[in-house]
């Protein structure tokens, strides 16, 4: 060997004698905390664990996992308190990882919009003629779905649809009865109102609305009465084949509620110390918190040591967190007809006074149920009705007793459909209580006009916290950190793989 080839050969050689030192010095296996096991934690740490980073613990406040997605036992077969259907096809990771394994199964009731299939009937107990219902909710509709006109829009979505309803009324629907647009205009405030979680749609932002992204094909996919919860025994692969799960279960800690999360202290800045409720302490090289947003919100000013930048302390102040409860009824047997697919509740503002009246003098303490939109069947729960109720109406339903609710509810059940049908008395009721459960503190994130106005976005809350060092050290998933799929099941799995990615490519 010359002394040129000798000299190429020592280069290479200490390339090579350094490249084995920088990655025999990396830490091979870091300690992970994950704090939440809802479909984000669960995602998160699943995918370090199938990638070789093993050395994981989650911290869970309830005592189950899942978070907002609750599956319980109730009627014939089960029912979700949270998240209910696979939302779409197309770019869906939920529907891409359970339909193959035919863990899914399309809707009979099935289409665009299901809502637009019910009937809807007036607090006199009157049935409108659904083609004339479902012509105005379509005129109106689109108007609101259309992006191109959205984007252009500074205002809230209400504020949105009232120019356009004062538009459509003087060409498209001038010769529609003025009440029928009326009790349909009600109906789509509050059904988008519901849908967005949010109190008023007057809070809503067009823009939020333009960056959302969904997923192409039926909305309305179901489980076949095992529950969403199907998809965390999908990420742990306890389906399809239980004898290849992830031996997991030891690595879960249930009722473990966290308080404090330090994340940047002297003399051990590279480890972040997680102190619980109990007086329990744990340490990691890294910490995942997919806590809600709610809980984010309430404890912003404790949870964190030292605190968050003023920055994420800006997105968690100012992305919205609301809440969509369901009250939901069981009959010995049904009242409905076989092939109903539901009924909305729609109101005109002139007969609101007298008829809420009919729950009590004090017209005020009886608004919430204003907000109850209506009820429908539910697929594989032949006697059961599911009824939804949002915003500062839901989270007042819920301060109050279960009897109270479910009686109003009833009456309220038998003022609009009582004429048509005879509604016996139920066998079993039952409420989701998202925004009283001081672990979730709300059911899911939308983006306000506020939001718009402070200048924030999903990344400002979902930007990981480095210590002094450098060192991304505590991360952030569930859905609202995601930019285009927040408040859905498989916008959270997507951030959590996300966080997942960043900590391999670190350690990779």
Not at 311 to 322: E, P, R, S, T, Y
Request: with cysteine; hydrophobic share 35%; proline share 4%.
């Amino acid at each position: 060997m010359n002394s040129k080839n000798m000299d190429l050969f020592n280069i290479k050689t200490i390339i090579l004698l350094t490249f084995i030192f920088t990655v025999s010095s990396t830490k091979p296996n870091p300690k992970v905390i994950i704090i939440g096991t809802g479909p984000s934690g669960i995602a998160a740490g699943t995918k370090l664990y199938e990638n070789g980073i093993k050395n994981i613990l989650w911290l869970e406040a309830e005592n189950r996992i899942g978070g907002r997605l609750f599956t319980h036992k109730f009627g014939a077969n089960v029912i979700d308190y949270g998240a209910q259907w696979c939302d779409g096809e197309k770019g869906n990771v939920v529907y891409e990882m359970a339909y193959p394994l035919g863990l899914l199964e399309y809707s009979n009731q099935s289409d665009v919009n299901l809502h637009l299939l019910q009937d809807f009937y007036t607090p006199q107990g009157q049935m409108l003629p659904r083609d004339e219902c479902l012509k105005v909710a379509e005129i109106l509709g689109e108007a609101v779905g259309d992006i191109e006109l959205l984007r252009q829009s500074n205002a809230s979505v209400g504020e949105f649809l009232r120019s356009k309803y004062e538009e459509k009324v003087k060409t498209d629907l001038k010769d529609t009865d003025p009440n029928l647009v009326l009790y349909v205009l009600d109906w789509i405030y509050r059904a988008n109102s519901a849908y967005h979680a949010a109190n008023s749609l007057y809070d809503v932002s067009t823009q939020g609305i333009v960056s959302y992204s969904d997923n192409e094909g039926d909305s309305l996919i179901n489980w076949k009465g095992r529950g969403y919860k199907t998809i965390l025994d999908v990420l742990m692969k306890k389906l399809p084949d239980p004898k290849k799960a992830l031996p997991l279960d030891d690595k879960i800690l249930l009722n473990k509620e966290v308080n404090n999360i330090i994340w940047n202290s002297e003399p051990d800045q590279n480890m972040v110390t997680v102190k619980c409720s109990d007086g329990s302490e744990y340490k990691a090289d890294h910490v995942i918190v997919t806590v809600s947003l709610g809980v984010l919100k309430d404890q912003i000013r404790t949870l964190f040591t030292p605190k968050l930048p003023r920055k994420k302390l800006n997105a968690i102040d100012n992305i919205q967190f609301g809440t969509l409860d369901k009250l939901i009824f069981e009959f010995a047997q049904p009242w409905w007809p076989k092939n109903s697919t539901g009924y909305n509740f729609v109101w005109r503002e002139s007969e609101i006074e007298e008829k809420i009246r009919e729950f009590g003098d004090d017209v005020f303490s009886n608004t919430w149920l204003l907000d109850v939109t209506g009820f429908f069947p539910i697929e594989n729960q032949p006697n059961v009705l599911l009824g939804w109720i949002y915003g500062q109406s839901a989270n007042h339903e819920e301060s109050l007793p279960e009897e109270e609710v479910k009686s109003k509810v009833l009456k309220l059940m038998r003022m609009f459909l009582g004429k048509k049908f005879n509604i016996p008395e139920p066998v079993n009721f039952t409420r989701s209580k998202w925004a009283t459960n001081k672990h979730f503190l709300g059911s899911y994130s939308y983006r306000s006009v506020n939001t718009e106005k402070s200048k924030v976005d999903d990344m400002d809350l979902a930007n990981p916290l480095k210590n002094s060092a450098g060192k991304d050290v505590v991360l952030f998933a569930g859905e609202a950190t995601n930019a285009h799929r927040y408040g859905c099941v498989h916008g959270a799995i997507e951030t959590g793989w996300r966080e997942a990615d960043r900590l391999l490519k670190t350690y990779t």
